[in-house]
């Protein structure tokens, strides 16, 4: 299973220059079944990453620009109705991928924002009270911009507990820079890129990843932590026992 870890990130590195922990951070979420928040300017390489992670998952890529007039069955689909067949017929929007971006999250409305929250927990939609599920694997990379504000509805609590990491790529070094400028002159970019993994080998990766023990020492150790966010006056928000849920839906 390393093996297979070390290959994909040798491989996004042929278009990727340095952002070293972004890309471990990036892959923690998706073999953990999460999903990633990036909070960075535009122009760092958000987008490249994340359609260089799924051409190296041989996986299917959606990218979403959300905008204010942003609907919510602009994102999971709709049903048509088709008088020569005189039935409705499901078609699927850009959530049904395996590596879906949600470009500046944020600027979509909350009621758009909200039609993420059951994909992104339970991997499936509801449309006019039929599930249609989603690929597996399913990962969300959102992006939101940390300087401009105006005209966005910040994220609520609940849709960024759906996020398993949120960080930031910030500038490349000087180095970095210069390397980028070298690669333009080669064929090192992400239309030669090739995959690596099948989306086979990313749920093999996950079940090994759900198989990892937690020994009682460590476990004491987190609701210790957990608990005690619940009895300082000074945190708004106290800690919530998020397991449940996770044992819950196995």
Known sequence: ????????????????VGKQEAIRLVLVALISGGHALLEDVPGVGKTLLAKALARSIDGQFARIQCTPDLLPTDLT????????????EFLPG???????????????????????LEVMEENQVTIDRTSHPVPEPFFVI?????????????????????????????????????QMLKRLESASNLATLQSCLSLEDVQ???????????????????????????????????????????????
Do not use: K
């Open 77 to 88: 689909g709709t049903n048509i109705w088709h008088p020569r067949l005189g039935e409705f």
């Open 204 to 250: 093999a990766l996950r079940q090994c990843c759900a198989q990892v023990r937690v020994e009682t020492p460590l476990q004491q150790y987190i609701v210790d932590l957990v608990r005690a966010t619940r009895q300082d006056e000074e945190i708004a928000l106290r800690s919530q026992p998020s397991w449940y849920r996770c044992a819950s839906t196995g």
């Open 94 to 116: 850009p959530v049904f991928a395996n590596v879906l971006l949600a470009d500046e999250i944020n600027r979509a409305t909350p009621r758009t924002q909200s039609a993420l």
């Open 1 to 16: 299973m390393r093996h297979r870890i070390e290959q994909l990130v040798q491989n996004l590195n042929r278009v990727i």
């Open 142 to 178: 959102a992006t939101q911009n940390p300087v401009e504000y105006q005209g966005t509805f910040p994220l609520p609590e609940a849709q960024l507990d759906r996020f398993a990491l949120s960080f930031s790529l910030g500038y490349p070094t000087e180095q970095e820079e210069l």
